[in-house]
């Protein structure tokens, strides 16, 4: 008599039922990231064995980037705290003036040095970033990978408006811009990474991102229009593509947008 078969069954991984709950709360702007129905209200989050707290942020759709400060049962935690059943989790964005050194925020030391890298949907609010002398990087052939890897071995912070990219691990840094038009989007950056004071306008080439610095006009004198040559004089040259930049009218208009910009 043959022996009876199991179809499979045997050494097949049965996924764990849920049998433990904790209760969540997401403050502020976090939760545009969640359905509108359960916007800055407490919710139950099942789970099964104890997965870590930025696992569970994450599986309710916020990106661990754009989380500052965590409580669980009010004691300050980091990412790596292994969720248990009944604790109650408080999750906090990015405080813009609030002190947190007294308290354990999730994240490391803020990136002093603020430098960023850009999705592809993103291109003009690179220009503009470039335009104020911020470190910008973009193409529009960049990959989620591309992102990542710039990110993480530059210590770049993500732009994005997509909100899975967020979640890879090898991001530290990231914000997910809300606006849609470049001017709103600029401001928003601004403000969130409270940039106002940093602002150096013209420093940067809006091609290529590298530096641009005076340059005698002799040494541009081949490249220049007639008219060009004729009514100005004073000329910068962009270390990387080689763009030439002079203050004629569109300089003017680059001005006034600025103007237009930082005083919203």
């Excluded at 969540?24 to 707290?53: H, I, M, T």
């Excluded at 060009?228 to 947008?257: I, N, P």
């Amino acid at each position: 008599m043959s022996p009876k078969r199991t179809h499979g069954l045997q050494g097949a991984r049965i996924p764990k039922t849920p049998d433990h709950a904790a209760t969540f709360r997401f403050y502020a702007e976090l939760n545009d990231f969640l359905s509108p129905k359960n916007g800055g209200r407490e919710r139950l989050y099942r789970f099964a064995g104890a997965p870590s707290v930025k696992d569970a942020v994450e599986a309710q759709g916020v990106p661990h980037t754009e989380v500052d400060l965590i409580l669980a049962d009010n004691a300050p935690v980091g990412f790596e705290y292994h969720l248990r059943n009944g604790d109650r989790i408080a999750v906090y964005p990015v405080f813009e003036s609030f002190d947190l050194s007294p308290v354990a925020s999730v994240r490391k030391a803020p990136l002093r040095d603020v430098r960023f890298v850009l999705d592809v949907h993103l291109g003009k609010l690179a220009r503009w970033l470039r335009l104020l002398g911020f470190d910008a990087l973009y193409r529009n052939d960049f990959r989620d990978a591309d992102i990542a890897a710039l990110a993480a071995t530059d210590k770049r912070v993500v732009l994005t408006c997509d909100r899975g990219l967020l979640h890879r691990k090898e991001i530290t840094h990231g914000y997910w811009v809300r606006a849609r038009r470049p001017e709103e989007q600029i401001v928003e950056v601004l403000r969130r990474f409270q940039l106002e004071r940093s602002v150096h306008p013209f420093e940067r080439c809006l091609e290529c991102n590298s530096r641009i610095q005076p340059v005698n006009k002799t040494e541009v004198l081949k490249s220049l229009q007639p008219k060009t040559r004729r009514f100005y004089d004073a000329f910068r040259r962009c270390e990387g593509c080689g763009k030439v930049y002079w203050e004629g009218k569109h300089y003017e208009r680059m001005v006034a947008k600025l103007e237009a910009v930082l005083s919203l």
